[in-house]
Nanobody, 120 residues
Framework: VQLQACGGGLVQSGGSLRLSCAASGSIFSIDDMGWYRQAPGKQREVVARITVGGSTGYADSVKGRFTISRDNAKNTVYLHMNSLKPEDTAVYYC???????????????WGQGTQVTVSS
């Protein structure tokens, strides 16, 4: 199983970006999916999560600005980021709980990370 994240880049404060993360390989089922971020010198933190049924949760710092969504047919999770601020600058990682075969337990898989830089 591989998670391929893309969509990061350099954007001015107030701008928007959309991240996407596609899971590929031997996949039977995907449970929760989410986005995390890690800024220099800080611990990795959760940004947003989405259940297989579409229920979402957000960090207080991004509520009202970021939207997480998923396309179950494409095994893909998205993060739409609006009104970006310099403090959103970080490496963003996607995570998915995946069962590779029927009867297997769900295991966390992580993407490689994509850099988001917001200039002031």
């Amino acid at each position: 199983v591989q998670l391929q994240a893309c969509g990061g880049g350099l954007v001015q404060s107030g701008g928007s970006l959309r991240l996407s993360c596609a899971a590929s390989g031997s996949i039977f089922s995907i449970d929760d999916m989410g986005w995390y971020r890690q800024a220099p010198g800080k611990q990795r933190e959760v940004v947003a999560r989405i259940t297989v049924g579409g229920s979402t949760g957000y960090a207080d710092s991004v509520k009202g600005r970021f939207t997480i969504s998923r396309d179950n047919a494409k095994n893909t999770v998205y993060l739409h980021m609006n009104s970006l601020k310099p403090e959103d600058t970080a490496v963003y990682y996607c995570r998915s709980k995946i069962a590779q075969y029927i009867g297997n337990s769900y295991i966390d898989y992580w993407g490689q990370g994509t850099q988001v830089t917001v200039s002031s």
